[in-house]
């Protein structure tokens, strides 16, 4: 004869049901979603920095081939990338754009700070983007 003990069975799984039922995951979920938030929250105000200096780089690389075919002078590729500056809303000013101009290279270098609020802590992310084209002959 096989004797089947369903008292065991039944009482083990009652065990893993109260065991579920005192809240042990809730603090570990709540923490998860903090730090979630925490992340969120510092891509949306550290990420934008970064990619108006990714784009203002770009811009400088085809102002500095540009002004090596075309020949500009020094004032109107300031003015090209101040218009870039401008419309990317980075706070720098129109004379913190070095441009040097000579017969085989066109070099354009721009230093700035972004002051960046967190809740609790303030700081300033440094970018020194700088563009340099030659001549082919």
Same mark, same amino acid.
Do not use: C, W
């Given at each position: 004869?096989?004797?089947?003990?369903?008292?065991? =069975?039944?009482?083990? *799984?009652?065990? %893993?049901? &109260? &065991?579920?039922?005192?809240?042990?995951?809730?603090? #570990?979920?709540?923490?998860?979603?903090?730090?979630?938030?925490?992340?969120?929250?510092?891509?949306? #105000?550290?990420?934008? !920095?970064?990619?108006?200096?990714?784009?203002?780089?770009? %811009?400088?690389?085809?102002?500095? &081939?540009?002004? =090596?075919?075309?020949?500009?002078?020094?004032?109107?590729?300031?003015?090209?990338?101040? %218009?870039?500056?401008?419309?990317? @809303? =980075?706070?720098?000013?129109?004379?913190?754009? #070095?441009? *040097?101009?000579?017969?085989?290279?066109? #070099? =354009?270098?721009?230093?700035?700070?972004? !002051?960046?609020?967190?809740?609790?802590?303030?700081?300033?992310?440094?970018?020194? !983007?700088?563009? @340099?084209?030659?001549?082919?002959?």
């Amino acid at each position: 004869m096989i004797y089947l003990d369903f008292d065991g =069975i039944q009482s083990r *799984t009652l065990l %893993k049901r &109260r &065991r579920s039922e005192r809240g042990e995951g809730k603090l #570990k979920t709540v923490l998860f979603i903090g730090v979630v938030v925490v992340l969120i929250y510092l891509g949306v #105000k550290l990420v934008p !920095p970064f990619v108006s200096e990714y784009q203002l780089q770009d %811009k400088m690389q085809e102002q500095a &081939r540009f002004g =090596i075919v075309n020949r500009y002078t020094d004032e109107q590729l300031r003015e090209n990338v101040f %218009k870039v500056v401008q419309d990317l @809303e =980075i706070p720098a000013k129109r004379e913190d754009i #070095k441009i *040097t101009i000579t017969p085989s290279a066109v #070099k =354009i270098t721009l230093d700035y700070t972004v !002051p960046v609020d967190l809740l609790f802590y303030s700081t300033e992310l440094h970018f020194s !983007p700088s563009s @340099e084209n030659k001549s082919l002959t």
